[in-house]
Nanobody, 125 residues
Framework: QLQLVESGGGLVQPGESLRLSCAVPGYTMNLNIIGWFRQAPGKAREGVACMTMGGDLTEYADSAKGRFTISRDSAKNTVYLEMNALKPEDTAVYYC??????????????????WGRGTQVTVSS
């Protein structure tokens, strides 16, 4: 079954940085949007950031603006989430997801059909 693969999670202290990677299989050429989501214990899953594969649209949740950056390396079929100034409330399992939907102004709320298994990010002193 088609699946995305996340990596790069870990345990960091508040204020530190992490870069998550999402490997997108090369044959998933019909994925138009890749998004990052997270789910903390006891909380609903929430969107963090997303981008269109054409690179013309990125969107960030308010909690991510100014600290997180989503980017892609087409040659490596990889989408990254650079997270800086991490806070304890960023602790969650982070998932990347893909969709063949199109987006013009917003991509976090689009229906995503392909998901990874997640990578744990823990921010604690």
């Amino acid at each position: 079954q088609l699946q995305l693969v996340e990596s790069g999670g870990g345990l960091v202290q508040p204020g530190e940085s992490l870069r998550l990677s999402c490997a997108v299989p090369g044959y998933t050429m019909n994925l138009n949007i890749i998004g990052w989501f997270r789910q903390a214990p006891g909380k609903a899953r929430e969107g963090v950031a997303c981008m269109t594969m054409g690179g013309d649209l990125t969107e960030y949740a308010d909690s991510a603006k100014g600290r997180f950056t989503i980017s892609r390396d087409s040659a490596k079929n990889t989408v990254y989430l650079e997270m800086n100034a991490l806070k304890p409330e960023d602790t969650a399992v982070y998932y990347c997801a893909g969709t063949n939907q199109f987006a013009r102004t917003q991509c976090l709320t689009r229906p995503y059909s392909i998901w990874g298994r997640g990578t744990q990010v823990t921010v604690s002193s």
